[in-house]
Antibody
Framework: EVQLVESGGGFVEPGESLRLSCATS????????LSWVRQAPGKGLEWVGR??????????DYAAPVKGRFTISRDDSREILYMQMNSLKTEDTAIYYC????????WGQGTLVTVSS | DIVMTQSPDSLAVSLGERATINCKSS????????????LAWYQHKPGQPPKLLIY???TRESGVPDRFSGSGSGTDFTLTISGLQAEDVAVYYC?????????FGPGTKVDI
């Protein structure tokens, strides 16, 4: 059974940092392309960024609002996906989901990030 | 960036009736070399993660009831729920995965 479990969310002030983790099991992590998707309160879904498998270059792509502030990485030995979020803004407040594949066939339950002064 | 639009914003359908949701992309998501439309549909219920329903515009994900169907090509797509059930109340999103940044439509809320 495929499982993705996000953690690391919380309450921070603008300008601070957080690192989200997504622990996975049940699929071949090293071959997977993985994304982060968020949903701000009362808003729709927004793709945040993606990391390809190392075999496909391991490259990352980001949405414009987070480019230069967020960094996605992966630990294939531990089967964990990460997202380092720096210089957080109030508009980054959202539930953050990790998801596999392209399109996104498996999702975690999400972790809430609240950025407020 | 490819902009995705959906219509209507919301709709109310009687149990057992048909719900139709339209999605349009600002440019074609049909990849000529494989003739696939890089268009997916998701169902999102409160308190749950989104669920993939349809990919390649018309291929139903494993386990998805056959009352859900997708159609369209190029820039215009449709999700049809034939015979709406109470458990289908949700917000439905289309999404293009043709190119990054991947983009979602604004969502369509389906109610009874």
């Amino acid at each position: 059974e495929v499982q993705l479990v996000e953690s690391g969310g919380g309450f921070v002030e603008p300008g601070e940092s957080l690192r989200l983790s997504c622990a996975t099991s049940g699929f071949t992590f090293s071959k997977a392309w993985l994304s982060w998707v968020r949903q701000a309160p009362g808003k729709g879904l927004e793709w945040v960024g993606r990391i390809k498998s190392k075999a496909d270059g391991g490259t990352t792509d980001y949405a414009a609002p987070v480019k230069g502030r967020f960094t996605i990485s992966r630990d294939d030995s531990r089967e964990i996906l990460y997202m380092q979020m720096n210089s957080l803004k109030t508009e980054d407040t959202a539930i953050y989901y990790c998801a596999t594949g392209n399109p996104f066939d498996y999702w975690g339950q999400g972790t809430l990030v609240t950025v407020s002064s | 960036d490819i902009v995705m639009t959906q219509s209507p914003d919301s709709l109310a359908v009687s149990l057992g009736e048909r719900a139709t949701i339209n999605c349009k992309s600002s440019q074609s998501v049909l990849y000529a070399s494989n003739n696939n439309n890089y268009l997916a549909w998701y169902q999102h219920k409160p308190g749950q993660p989104p669920k993939l329903l349809i990919y390649w515009a018309s291929t139903r994900e494993s386990g998805v009831p056959d009352r859900f169907s997708g159609s369209g090509s190029g820039t215009d797509f449709t999700l049809t729920i034939s015979g709406l059930q109470a458990e289908d109340v949700a917000v439905y999103y289309c999404q293009q995965y043709y190119t990054t940044p991947f983009t979602f439509g604004p969502g369509t809320k389906v109610d009874i």
